[in-house]
């Protein structure tokens, strides 16, 4: 398993309970936590120390039972440590967005970063690239095994219940005006547009000041996805303006070049918008199993080494 961070501060024990509550019929663990019924009945009034115990019986219980997703007891700020040193280390890629329409952070090891932190919010720019999460809100950080059990196939993702999750949706695209959440200052009074994609879970946006593309984008304006693409695709691969994912969790906003019909995304920060992947309506790719409950924020996938 990907290693936590330092254990937990007293009172600060996470539930295992991932949103599935059913018990194994032949161990009689929950095929969600992997908690006995005793255990559950217990964990409100548990003191901490015995919920450090039950945590460490876990991983046994997990493998026993095929159980591939499953609760980490990192507290907000353990994942904040974890999302921070990821992104010092260079260590891996942060998606974010929706199945067949995401963005993705990462960063070379030589390549500079700026990283700030606040008690709920960790923020990281490039040149490339900019990133925000903002933890909390019900977060729970959970492990998703890969079917090959390898250390690099483990991700690492972030959710929120979807009782917590409240952003707008819009299904036509739509202009938003400036982007008054920009990470960087500088690009605030920059006019942030929404593909009207219809999903709860995450929007699509382009951000620009770029005075030639505002015809093709105000000419989109109103329009139900994907009927614009057609047109609106070759003003935007020609202007190159950022995008902008956001999710319950945050955003992150990519600079890179968007590649031609036919052509390779860049290495480094890029975006994928995939109309026959959105189509299957899923939040996490097929390799991912996450509980209905949920609404994943963010995926960090750890690099091959």
């Not at 024990?13 to 255990?39: M, N, Y």
């Not at 591939?68 to 974010?96: C, K, N, Q």
């Not at 057609?230 to 590649?259: F, K, N, Q, S, W």
């Amino acid at each position: 398993m990907i290693s936590p961070p330092a254990p937990a501060t007293p009172n600060q024990v996470a539930s295992p309970c991932v949103g599935l509550c059913r018990l194994d019929d032949q161990t009689g663990f929950c095929l969600g936590c992997g908690r006995t019924g005793g255990e559950i009945a217990e964990w409100s009034r548990a003191p901490e120390e015995r919920r450090r115990t039950i945590w460490l019986s876990l991983p046994q219980r997990f493998q026993a039972l095929g159980i591939s997703t499953r609760r980490l007891p990192w507290t907000d700020a353990e994942v904040a440590d974890f999302v921070e040193h990821s992104i010092r280390d260079a260590s891996g890629t942060w998606v974010m967005g929706v199945y067949g329409a995401i963005g993705e952070f990462t960063r070379d090891a030589d390549e500079a970063v700026s990283v700030t932190r606040t008690s709920d919010v960790v923020e990281a720019v490039t040149d490339r690239a900019a990133l925000r999460l903002t933890l909390g809100n019900g977060l729970r950080a959970l492990e998703a095994e890969a079917e090959t059990g390898l250390p690099a196939d483990r991700r690492i993702v972030l959710a929120i219940l979807k009782e917590n999750l409240h952003l707008p949706v819009a299904t036509v695209f739509t202009s938003l005006g400036p982007d008054t959440r920009a990470i960087r200052a500088g690009d605030r009074s920059s006019r942030l547009y929404d593909f009207g994609l219809g999903r709860a879970a995450a929007r699509f946006c382009v951000r620009t000041a770029d005075a030639s593309l505002a015809p093709a984008l105000a000419a989109a304006v109103g329009q139900p996805w994907p009927g614009y693409l057609g047109t609106l695709a070759r003003a935007l691969i020609a202007a190159g303006p950022t995008r902008v994912i956001e999710t319950g969790l945050g955003r992150v906003e990519i600079d890179a070049p968007i590649p031609p019909p036919g052509g390779s995304s860049p290495p480094g920060p890029h975006t994928h918008l995939l109309p026959d992947h959105l189509a299957l309506y899923r939040e996490a790719p097929p390799a991912i199993g996450i509980p209905a409950a949920y609404s994943v924020g963010a995926i960090f996938y750890p690099n091959r080494r």
